[in-house]
């Protein structure tokens, strides 16, 4: 677990994680909160709603990104940065 974690915080996994976190957590408010926006219709319950949306992309992104990096080492056993 401790690899992992250092891992997901190294700065190229986060980074990317983060654009695609804006990219596609941008998108998907607009699909599902879209229409709010537009009408100004914002409370606290959607905002904290339009997070949770881009946080998704983000732990996906991650984990994915970690997962691939772990899968690698064990394939290509040697010193890693």
Same mark, same amino acid.
């Given at each position: ?22 990219? @596609? ?10 229409? $709010?926006?537009?009408? /100004?219709? +914002?409370?606290?319950? &959607?905002?904290?709603?339009? @997070? ?10 991650? $984990?994915?990104?970690? /997962?691939? +990096?772990?899968?690698? &080492? ?8």
């Amino acid at each position: 677990m401790n690899e992992w974690l250092q891992i997901a915080c190294s700065q190229p996994v986060v980074r990317r994680a983060t654009k695609y976190a804006v990219g @596609v957590g941008a998108l998907l408010i607009l699909i599902n909160h879209g229409d $709010a926006l537009v009408h /100004g219709d +914002i409370d606290l319950v &959607r905002v904290l709603r339009m @997070v949770l949306t881009v946080s998704v992309p983000y732990m996906v992104s991650t $984990a994915s990104q970690v /997962g691939a +990096i772990l899968e690698r &080492r064990h394939e290509f056993p040697g010193p890693h940065p």
